[in-house]
């Protein structure tokens, strides 16, 4: 019988989303999924392959503060970050895929993201502070060792990556390696090849441009009679409230314009409101 991976749902609701995502990409993947139940909601149990055990190892992890970029460009947040069943997302991935929208678009959506986790340490601090646990913590495991504020599963998940074996401790733990590690702390790379499809996007960029509208109507400079509102607009915030609001602003002048009928506004007294 194939192993298989146990997926609790627990009672937080990040729990709940974590279980539902690595439930969902395991069906994508061909894979049975097995819904178990109990009083708290139940857990899911999918089986155990390598895709699975690695979205469950890193799938729902939140740092606090990193630093994202564009390599090769002056794009750059800082900002939350949220390890997701399907890659990075977050305020600080969301601002910069929003400011630098135009600048990947010309790139054809190939470019290459940098994370540092630690905003503000630089490579070299960080490999003295490796370096120095060798005389301050020599018997514990560089893997059972996070920085903080960093959690300890992407702890471990980056000292992995950094080539280091799990069974390595401070005290052995070499200059080079030190090095490595710190270079992975201040600017993990991930390629990016590609974007998702346009539903799952939050916020489209480009449109129609706005010197061409007259925003007190909405109409068309270049050809009377056409009107634009929201999203068709070369308008955006980052996400959230900033777009529902320009939709619903644009739309309602546009509306009026359109009917001919000019805009009442009505103050409310103290007591209205």
Known sequence: M?????????ERQADHLKAYGLA???????????????????SFLVPASAAATRDATLAGITVESADVSVAGTRFS???ALLVTHWGLSGPAVLKL????????AERGYRFELRVAWLPGRDLESLADALIARRETDPNRLVANGPISP????L?????HFAGIPADTRFGNLSRSSARVLARVLTATVFPVAGKSLNKDE??????VRLKDVDFRTMESKLCPGLYFGGEVLDIDGVTGGFNFQAAW???????HAMAGVEPQRTARTATEE
């Open 97 to 104: 895929s929003a400011y630098a929208a135009r600048e990947i």
């Open 150 to 153: 960093l959690p300890s599963r």
């Open 2 to 10: 194939a192993p298989w991976l146990l997926v609790p749902m627990d």
């Open 155 to 159: 702890w471990k998940a980056l000292v």
């Open 77 to 79: 947040e800082r900002g």
């Open 24 to 42: 969902f990409r395991a069906l994508e993947r061909g894979e049975r999924g097995d819904w178990l139940l109990n009083w708290r909601g139940g």
């Open 202 to 207: 939050f916020v489209t960029c480009g449109g």
């Open 249 to 255: 602003t644009t739309g309602w002048i546009a509306g």
